[in-house]
Structure formats: structure tokens, C-alpha cells
Nanobody
């Protein structure tokens, strides 16, 4: 079992930055692929970014490419999402997810564990 706790959300103006963190506990973290998803008001949850266990395989949704950066620190059992040049359309609850596989994908079913989410609100 893996427990995931997100932090770092908040209210920011358009063009600003936030750094989300996701702390994992409960079982070895370093072999899990990790992902970030988000759910905007009235919309389905969508993929944002993913990172393999080694950090060598990274993939972003087109909507955040060039603005968001996913990274991980296996020694700290933590994955990060650096979000720059935020836009109002980035407003959502952001979820961290862990897969049992070493390399994850972009679909929700590929992830076995989920955090409770952290709210990000971007004002115009």
C-alpha cells in the first residue's frame, strides 16, 4: 500500500508559479512510476505529466508542455510539479498518482494509488 499526500497548491495570478509536492509513504517508492493529473471544475480528470522510476522517461500533456516540469527525489520519496507561467485554465484540483509499474502511461487505470488532491487556482 502506498499513501500519497500532495501539498503546495494555492491561489496565484496568471503568469505566476507554484511548486506542488507529493510525499509517498508505505512501501518502497523508488520503483514506482509517478504521475500528476488534474480535474477542472465541471470536467473529467485529465493527465498532466508522468515520470518513470529512474526519472529518465518523462512525458507531458500538450497543454502544459514548456511550462510545467515534473521531477522526483527518490531519497526523499517525493515527486514534484513545478508550474510556471500559469494560466486561468490551469485552475483545477491536482492529484498525484503512483503506478506499480516502473514506467507509467497517461491513463488513469495505469495508476494504483492516488492522493487526495490539492487545489490550484489561477486568477486572471
Amino acid at each position: 500500500q502506498v499513501q500519497l499526500v500532495e501539498s503546495g497548491g494555492g491561489l496565484v495570478q496568471a503568469g505566476g508559479s507554484l511548486r506542488l509536492s507529493c510525499a509517498a509513504s508505505g512501501r518502497p517508492f523508488s520503483r514506482n512510476a509517478m504521475g500528476w493529473f488534474r480535474r477542472a471544475p465541471g470536467k473529467e480528470r485529465e493527465f498532466v505529466a508522468r515520470i518513470s522510476w529512474s526519472g529518465s522517461n518523462i512525458y507531458y500533456a500538450d497543454s502544459v508542455k514548456g511550462r510545467f516540469t515534473i521531477s522526483r527525489d527518490n531519497a526523499r520519496n517525493t515527486v514534484y510539479l513545478q508550474m510556471n507561467n500559469l494560466k486561468p485554465e490551469d485552475t483545477a484540483v491536482y492529484y498525484c498518482a503512483a503506478a506499480t509499474a516502473a514506467v507509467g502511461g497517461e491513463a488513469e487505470y495505469e495508476y494504483d494509488y492516488w492522493g487526495q488532491g490539492t487545489q490550484v487556482t489561477v486568477s486572471s
